[in-house]
């Protein structure tokens, strides 16, 4: 045999073997690592387990305790840690505004009343009255709970104009800048639902603003809400202009041979 050849079957023969320790070393099965996931410190949170509509009743069926993140929670939380009772605490309070699934539930958003959720939510000085209003007449069934209208009131009537007696519409601005707290006594703030038409209005007012409202329906006419913006309603919305009306609120309106009359009253 040649001596070349001898050389290519020596590095032949040694490249073989270190191919085969490799392989042998690849074959060797590693231990695998496992690393235990860090548990995150949770503590449990009264939270509301389905929708619950402003107005409902908080009851075992639509609250409960759920885990939460610790450092997640805010303030108004409500955990088993502080009050255990919680679950017969908040039992049969009820929702002043909606509480989403998932979402903790907090003090400040419930009623806590025996005499019905109206008079628990109503103002300091405020007076709910339900109202009757046309079908069409409330901005085409899109006023909802928690928006703000102007009361508008339109008779019709007769005249004589030269010495001919013709029909006349009067339309007049009665009542501005009112807090709607119902429609047809369905109390609901959810969005997305399609707006009802309601026949009944319920309606936040003073006790001047009641006195008008009710002198306007014993003269008869139609009553139409028309829907505020957001940008002019509420507090925000309170105007020299509305302010005005309001002393002339805690006026009287008399009615002579077909006419009214504002009477100031005297303080």
Do not use: H
Request: charged share 25%; aromatic share 4%; net charge positive.
């Amino acid at each position: 045999m040649k001596p070349i050849q001898l050389v290519i079957g020596a590095v032949a023969l040694v490249a073989a073997g270190g191919a085969g320790y490799i392989m042998l070393n690849l074959n060797q099965q590693q231990p695998v690592q496992v690393v235990e996931a860090q548990k995150v410190p949770s503590k449990k949170v009264l939270a509301a387990v389905k929708e619950i509509t402003m107005g409902d009743k908080l009851t075992s069926g639509n609250i409960a305790w759920v885990e939460w993140p610790e450092k997640g929670i805010k303030k108004g939380f409500i955990t088993q840690d502080t009050n255990k009772d919680a679950l017969k605490d908040f039992n049969k309070t009820i929702a002043r505004l909606t509480f989403y699934e998932g979402e903790p539930i907090r003090e400040e958003k419930v009623v806590r009343s025996d005499s019905g959720y109206m008079s628990a939510i109503l103002p300091a000085g405020k007076r709910a009255v339900a109202v009757r209003i046309a079908a069409v007449s409330g901005a085409g069934g899109f006023v909802l709970p928690n928006d703000y209208v102007d009361v508008v009131t339109a008779e019709t009537g007769k005249s004589s104009v030269g010495g001919r007696t013709v029909s006349a519409s009067v339309a007049e601005t009665l009542l501005k800048n009112i807090r709607v707290l119902a429609i047809d006594q369905v109390i609901e703030d959810q969005n997305g639902k399609k707006a009802k038409i309601g026949k009944t209005a319920t309606l936040e007012l003073t006790p001047s603003q009641v006195e008008t409202l009710t002198v306007a329906q014993q003269r008869g006419g139609t009553l139409t809400l028309a829907l505020r913006s957001v940008e002019d309603s509420g507090p925000k919305g309170e105007t020299a202009e509305s302010r005005a009306q309001e002393a002339e609120n805690r006026s009287v309106r008399i009615i002579r041979y077909g006419a009214a009359v504002l009477m100031k009253q005297v303080k």
